[in-house]
C-alpha cells in the first residue's frame, strides 16, 4: 500500500524554525521528484518547493525562497522541508507530494501521491 508520512509540524513563534519529514511506505522514491505543498484556510493548495529525484535541481515559490530548503535522503525514501525565519503567513496545513516524473514542479497537477497533510501554525 502506498503511502506518504509527514512528521514535524507544529506550533513556533515568528523567526523559528521548523523541520519537516515524508517518508514514504509502499514504493520507492528514487525514480521521482517530490514535493512539498501547502492549503491555508480559505486558500487554494499551492506549491511550496520540489526536488528533483536525483537532487540536482530545487524550486521554490517566491514567498519561501532563501527560507526554506527541500532536500532529499533516497536511501531512507525520506524527503524534507527546512523551514526557517516564519512567519505568521507561513501558517497551513502542509503536503507532501511525488510527481509523476523526475523533474522538480511546482504545480499540484504533476503529482499524483499525497501525504494527509500536516499541520503548521506560526503564532506568539
Known amino acids: 500500500q502506498v503511502q506518504l508520512v509527514e512528521s514535524g509540524g507544529g506550533l513556533v513563534q515568528p523567526g523559528g524554525s521548523l523541520r519537516l519529514s515524508c517518508e514514504a511506505f509502499?514504493?520507492?522514491?528514487?525514480?521521482?521528484?517530490t514535493g512539498w505543498f501547502r492549503q491555508a484556510p480559505g486558500r487554494e493548495r499551492e506549491g511550496v518547493s520540489s526536488i528533483s529525484s536525483d537532487s540536482s535541481i530545487t524550486d521554490y515559490a517566491d514567498s519561501v525562497k532563501g527560507r526554506f530548503t527541500i532536500s532529499r535522503d533516497n536511501a531512507k525514501n525520506t524527503q524534507y522541508l527546512q523551514m526557517n525565519s516564519l512567519k505568521p503567513e507561513d501558517t497551513a496545513v502542509y503536503y507532501c507530494?511525488?510527481?509523476?516524473?523526475?523533474?522538480?514542479?511546482?504545480?499540484?497537477?504533476?503529482?499524483?501521491?499525497w501525504g494527509q497533510g500536516i499541520r503548521v501554525n506560526v503564532s506568539s
Open positions: 507530494a511525488v510527481s509523476y516524473g523526475r523533474e522538480a514542479r511546482l504545480s499540484r497537477y504533476e503529482y499524483g501521491y
Open positions: 509502499g514504493f520507492t522514491l528514487d525514480e521521482y521528484a
